[in-house]
Each structure stands twice: as C-alpha cells, then as structure tokens.
C-alpha cells in the first residue's frame, strides 16, 4: 500500500475516532453507553487504483484528445475506477445473466450493465447503474467468437481483418472489405448469425514497426519499437514489449544506442507479447515516460471497463487519448491473425508498436497495431498486459509497492505477482475472496483491503 493511501486511511480512521469519542461523551451524558471506535472505512476504488497519481502530462493528453477540461479529465478518471468495481460486483451477482458493462460520457459517469433477465433490473439500479435487457449473455457472445478465432486458423481472412464482441449492441461484430469474406468465416465457424453483425471496413491493419531508425529502442540494430512497460522476473530485470517486435534471442540496444538487452520470448501471431530482459546497465522503473519527458506513474495493472479513457506512450508520436471500443477483439494482419488484444479509438503510428497503454495509473497494454495515423485519425489495437505478465512470470514494476508481503494470519492461497480473472477465488485470513476485477495483486492489494477489487463470499 502507498505511503500516500496508507495517510489517508489513517486520517479516516483519526476521523472516526474522533467522531466515535464525541458520540460516547454524549451518549455517557445521557446514561448510556455505545460499542468502541467504528473500523476505518476500506478505501474507495479510486483511492485502490490511485486515480490521484495521474501527472499533468496524462491529464492535458485527455483534454485535448477527449475533448476535456482538467476538472473533467480527473472526475472521468474517478467514476470510471468506480464504475469497473460497481460492474465487477454485478457480474458476480449477475452470474450466467451477465451480458457485458460500459461508461459513457463525457466524464464517464454512466455506467450500463446488461442482462438477459429483466429480473435483475432492480437489482443492477440499485447499485447505481443503468440496466439493459438484451438477448445474448457474454459469455455467449464470447463463446461465438472463440469458434471464430478457431476457424480463422484455415481460412485467409485478410478481407475480413476484424471480429470482436460488442457488449454495447450485444453481438459480435465482424468488420470486412468484403461481405462474402465475413460470410465465409461464419460458415466455417458454424456461428448462429443472430449472435453476429458485419460491417464493411475499407481499412486493412498492420503492425506498428518500422524499419527506418529513430529512437526508443532497437532490434538487432535495425528495426525500432517502443518499450511498453518496466518489469523483473525475480532479480532480472527488463520490459514488456511486442511481440512482433522481436524474437526470442534477438538482441536490442537502447534509444542511445547502448547494449540493453535480449529478448527472452515472444509470440507472433496467435498473440503479440514478447519480453526483453536487459543488462545491469538498464534500471526497471514504475513509470511511462510521458509528454515533456515526465514520468507518469503505474500503480498497478486493472483492466478498464469498455468506454472507459485510455493514453498511450510511444516512440513515434508521444502520448495520445482515446477509449476502449472492445475487450474481446480479433484482428488479422498479413502476418496472420492475432486473439484476445483491445480495440481503442487512439491513434498511433510506425515505431510506437510495443509501446505503454495506460488508465490513469494502471497500465492497460502494449501497442500491437492498427490503421489510419495520428493526422487522420484510425483504431489502434493492444496486447493486454495481465495476459502477457501470466504468460511469462512477470511482476509489473509499480510505484505502489507496498514493502515484503506479510503472510495472511491463518495461511491462504492469495499471492503477490499472480494475475487474477473476474471470477477466480482465493483465501486469505481463513476467509474466501472472489475477483472482481482482471489485475495483477500486489502487497497492499491483500483481498480484505481492496473491495474494489475482491468481494468476500
């Protein structure tokens, strides 16, 4: 737990006392008597994922790219930490019901929950948000678009490049150059195509490298991708990148041109992750580097909600906003297709492929590829990073760094570094906790400190 969020919670609980003390004098003065000091309240969502520790440099990207104030920009970042807890909470709730949660807004202080059951309406209001009845629940949706993915294994689908699931219109879309190349892939996939909607893209995606020079970093002295985020693996240190970028055993050197590093794996297509372990000359930190070289920091790694703001950081044209379209996206590059990345409406160009995507302070993902540009505009996908740290053993460096992790009192299955789905269960202090909310746990991230993120059951 930060230094920072460690003062506020003690300040509540000085609060509390106070207000608790106050009560039994005047309780005592009447003749009777009250129960002791009330427990300092659990942190809020926005404290857990320190929407506080947004710079200036992340701040000013959002207004200008969304169109904000400053007020604005850090009230979205607020409700939408509150909106990814709330849409945890009923997700579980919900259990097979559950069709799928989105922000809107310019401050994002809509939150939509959709179910199947008219039923639940009530109880999705109750938690504040709004309820949409739809037909198909997600994990239908995500059910048809794994048999895409599947099928997309025998087929060229470079003129049908994109499918993902939609929660906002509950059916997993395609998007095609040509109609017959989406229909083709439906047969193949035997999909229900009253779970699916085509429509008709002139874009073509590609990945995000180029082989012209300039700066972050290089591969094999020639390529140039972006870092994407700082992380160790026990003592070793390195960063998340790529997996285009590079492969295994590839070397790299710095945006100096200094000896930094080796690639230690990497997967392209099926995927886009890699990552670079580097020498003794290079420090992992919790940051990004953001506009005017200033650090922004990462607190952590909790997947934002669809609608919610994103930022990305690379090489090639430096920090740009936007939001998540899609979770579950699929997307074909003349490389081959590629499962499981984030669709956003943040531009990017040639050398930012690898590079930071990162909400408020948790990082998102690493640039994977797109297609337009930062004068015209397009969509650019990402590689999730939850997935990407699971896959290879990461820890996420982050400036939250809450110190030795103590032992939870009783034992349990909780640990620091382990990557956590909606859904999954663990113990801690003999009591069982259910995640909320995808994200790498930390210390000071312990279930029963974070009801944001685990709900105890």
């Not at 019901?97 to 202080?109: K, L, M």
């Not at 930022?311 to 499981?340: A, D």
Request: aromatic fraction near 6%; charged fraction near 15%.
């Amino acid at each position: 737990m930060s230094p920072m969020l460690q003062r506020h919670i003690r300040a509540r609980a000085a609060g509390a006392a106070l207000a608790a003390t106050a009560a039994l004098l005047v309780a005592g003065l009447s003749g009777s008597a009250s129960a002791g000091p009330a427990a300092a309240p659990a942190p809020t969502a926005a404290e857990t994922l320190r929407t506080d520790a947004a710079p200036p440099a992340l701040l000013g990207a959002m207004q200008r790219d969304l169109g904000l104030d400053r007020r604005q920009a850090q009230q979205r970042l607020v409700n939408e930490a509150d909106a990814g807890a709330t849409a945890g909470r009923l997700r579980v709730s919900l259990g097979d019901d559950f069709a799928g949660a989105w922000v809107r807004g310019a401050e994002s202080g809509t939150l939509t929950v959709a179910t199947t059951d008219a039923a639940d309406v009530a109880a999705i209001e109750a938690q504040g948000a709004e309820a949409a009845v739809v037909r198909h629940s997600l994990a239908d949706l995500d059910a048809a678009k794994a048999r895409l993915d599947r099928a997309a294994g025998d087929l060229n689908t470079a003129d049908a490049p994109v499918w993902y699931v939609d929660v906002r219109t509950n059916a997993v879309v395609i998007e095609a150059v040509r109609p017959a190349a989406a229909r083709a892939l439906l047969k193949a996939a035997g999909v229900d195509t009253s779970l699916t909607r085509t429509e008709r893209t002139a874009e073509r995606p590609r990945p995000l490298y180029d082989l012209r020079g300039g700066e972050a970093y290089y591969i094999n002295n020639s390529g140039r991708c972006s870092i994407g985020f700082p992380v160790t693996k026990g003592t070793q240190q390195g960063f998340a990148t790529a997996g285009h970028c590079g492969r295994t055993g590839a070397s790299t050197s710095g945006h100096n041109r200094v000896a930094q590093g080796t690639f230690q794996g990497s997967v392209f297509p099926g995927r886009d992750m890699a990552w670079v372990a580097t020498n003794s000359n290079w420090t992992a930190t919790p940051y990004v580097k953001g506009a005017g070289g200033q650090n922004v920091q990462v607190t952590g790694s909790t997947q934002a909600t669809v609608g919610a703001s994103v930022c990305r950081s690379g090489s090639t044209t430096g920090w740009h906003c936007g939001t998540v379209q899609q979770l579950n996206t699929s997307v074909t590059y003349p490389e081959g297709t590629i499962s499981g990345v984030t669709r956003t409406t943040v531009c990017a160009e040639p050398g930012d492929s690898g590079g930071s995507y990162i909400s408020g302070s948790q990082a998102q993902g690493v640039t994977s590829g797109g297609s337009g540009n930062c004068s015209s505009g397009g969509e650019t996908f990402f590689q999730p990073i939850n997935p990407l740290l699971q896959n290879y053993g990461l820890t996420l460096r982050t400036t939250d760094d809450g110190g030795p992790e103590e032992p939870p009192p009783g034992g349990g299955t909780w640990a620091a570094g382990t990557v956590y789905q909606p859904g999954d269960t663990v113990t801690y202090g003999g009591a069982t906790y259910r995640c909320l909310q995808a994200h790498q746990a930390q210390a000071g991230w312990e279930p029963p400190n974070v009801p944001a993120l685990w709900q105890r059951v």
